[in-house]
């Protein structure tokens, strides 16, 4: 049902190899990703190490290496791989028909919680 799904605009929009930002009312800012693969993920923009923007960092694979202390999340997981231990919450996302979108009641849902 495209009712259950948060239509936050074109692929177009996010060049391949970086993220956009989505600011969420009363909660916390989602990263949205896209690989240089064309593959789409999304994250809370929070580092599970000391909440650095993950939207700043470097995309390689599907793993993108925080701008603070380069941890490496997977953007798959939202785990920090390697040594380092957390984990980042992912929303669900699909794209369908060139446009991306969220799974409403993972972005929307926080605030009622
Ligand atoms: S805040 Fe991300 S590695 Fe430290």
Redesign the pocket.
Same mark, same amino acid.
């Given at each position: 049902m495209i009712g259950d799904w948060l239509d936050i605009g074109p692929v177009d929009q996010i060049t391949p190899g970086t993220a956009r930002t989505l600011p969420v009312l009363g909660g916390d800012e989602i990263a949205v990703f896209r690989t240089q693969a064309n593959e789409f993920y999304a994250l809370i923009n929070k580092?599970p =190490?000391?909440?650095?923007p993950l939207s700043q960092g470097i995309v390689h694979g599907n793993v993108v290496a925080?701008p603070? =202390?380069?941890?490496n999340i997977s953007l798959k997981t939202g785990e920090a791989l390697g040594e380092d231990k957390g984990c980042v919450p992912t929303i669900p996302l699909r794209v369908d028909a060139g446009r991306i979108y969220l799974l409403r009641s993972a972005v929307v849902g926080k605030r009622a919680a």
């Open positions: 580092c =190490h000391k909440q650095g925080c603070l =202390h380069n941890w």
